[in-house]
């Protein structure tokens, strides 16, 4: 239990940010899971051009590292450069 006012008021904004940023991660995740379920390329390459700016989104947010995102992006143009 924090002791003084300005630890408490920590502890709510952390639970704040971390529920939002795990809204994040899940929204991409699922989108992420939507585009590798695409079988035509042009809908894959509509739906990658969204993954790729929430991923930089979060990645500007530090939610997740700048290199893990361009990790992400890279194997995600890979599947979709893939798709026949």
Known sequence: MPQ??????????????????????????????????????????AKLNDVKAQLDRMATRRIIHPNKAAN????LEQHVQSID
Do not use: C, P
């Open 4 to 45: 003084h006012k300005s630890a408490a008021k920590r502890v709510r904004q952390d639970a704040r940010r971390r529920l939002r940023n795990r809204q994040h991660k899940l929204r991409v995740r699922t989108m992420m899971k939507d585009l590798e379920g695409l079988t035509d390329r042009a809908a894959a390459e």
């Open 72 to 75: 992400i992006k890279s194997a």
